[in-house]
């Protein structure tokens, strides 16, 4: 699409918010407000439709006024352009989307439920298989968009159904196959598709084992990564028969600077916006490891975390 919004056009907003009704609108919200590594400029429209009749109306509004838009849930694995974006970032923040079912070891949930609330809500039940998700920060929509893990589970171990929207705004039911999970990807990152719900198979467990085993990751969490600066989590792709983090501690980075942005003096494979980072310094410093890290030991780091560019989600 080639939209260009002038923040000026007094009809084109005008059009807009009138076909869309009562669902929330917001202009001009700079998305560093919305990301965890807390970088970007403006969003030119935000838009929080309450339930997914509201959410496949604000599609197709923005479709036929030729509005580019992206769904992005907590922001945790996303870089976002100083420019800002240049459309409609649409979020599944309002309760609907946030609701969890359980009955017997299954957990229905809403893309908008925190994979943190979530892994609590099967300890809750006495269900094991969340226990490596309870310390990431994004949401559940997010985490199968990029399929999530940590501490060696992934989010594709206990999906059986996600139900997404697609293009045209019907909805669809996907088994897991359908999904095509793999290391840090899914079919969803190659089709204008949303998703809202899934469903997740776990297994019974005990309950002071899987609490134990939450607290023991979310030790190791606190001690060997940056919590207590702004990320976007781990910044590399695990390379095939290496670590990301230790090739950037072996090639001499860690605390390597550029601008506001870090290479984690804690733990090389996060990047940490340490007060006024712009895009271009962390763009910038990643591609300084990768060339780095190349010359010393023939890897090529591949970056996990999406850029968000003022024309939409792309890699770095």
Known sequence: MNFQFDMGDNILRNRLFRAIGSIDVVENLALSSLTTFRIGGPADFVVAPENVKELVKAMDVLKDMDIP???????????????????????????????TKVQDNIIVAEAGVTLTSLARTALSHGLTGLEFASGIPGSLGGGI???AG????ELKDVIQEVTIVDYEGKVRHLDKTEME???????LQNKSWICISAVLQLSYGNKEQI??????????????????????????????????????????LKGYTIGGAQVSEKHAGFIVNRGGATCKDVVTLI??????????????????????????????
């Open 150 to 153: 940590a501490y060696g589970g």
């Open 69 to 99: 838009y992206i769904v992005i849930g907590r922001g945790s694995n996303i870089l976002a352009a100083d420019e800002g974006f240049r459309g409609a970032i649409i979020r599944m923040s309002s309760e609907y989307f946030q609701q």
């Open 287 to 316: 591609r300084h490891i990768q060339k780095t890290v190349k010359e010393k030991f023939g890897v090529q780091l591949e970056p996990e975390i999406r850029y968000l560019s003022p024309d939409g989600l792309d890699r770095i």
């Open 181 to 187: 999970f793999g290391h840090r990807k899914s079919v």
């Open 145 to 147: 968009y990029m399929n």
């Open 211 to 252: 609490e134990g085993k939450m607290k023991e990751l979310s030790e190791q969490r606190k001690a060997k990564q940056p919590l207590e600066l702004p990320s976007a989590g781990s910044v590399f792709k695990r390379p095939e028969g290496f670590f990301a983090g230790a090739l950037i501690e072996q090639a001499g």
